[in-house]
């Protein structure tokens, strides 16, 4: 679990491995590639490969986002009936 803060936000993302740490310079993607959800830029690493950098903020806010829409969905089905024993 990575802890981040966004804003006022705490949350933790769950993560299968940490690979190490590395200070990248980070590019924009520019117009070739244009705007990809999730991204927000890529770096070029000491070997040569590119790695993505995720757009955390954005993240976070989807997740509320889609989390609120949620609730507002289930506020409107109303309560789920009770079972009748038998």
């Known amino acids: 679990m990575v802890a981040v803060k966004v ?15 590395q200070e990248v310079v ?3 993607l520019g117009p070739l590639v244009g705007d990809v959800p999730g991204i927000s830029s890529a770096a070029i690493l000491g070997d040569g490969a ?3 950098i995720v757009d955390v903020p954005a993240l976070v806010q989807r997740i509320a986002t889609d989390r609120v829409v949620a609730d507002l969905a289930d506020a409107e089905r109303g309560p789920e009936p009770l079972a009748a024993a038998s």
Do not use: F, M, P, S
Request: overall charge neutral; proline content about 0%; hydrophobic content about 50%.
């Open 50 to 52: 590119v790695a993505l």
């Open 26 to 28: 980070i590019k924009g």
């Open 7 to 21: 804003g006022e936000r705490q949350v933790g993302l769950a993560v299968d491995r940490l690979l190490g740490e």
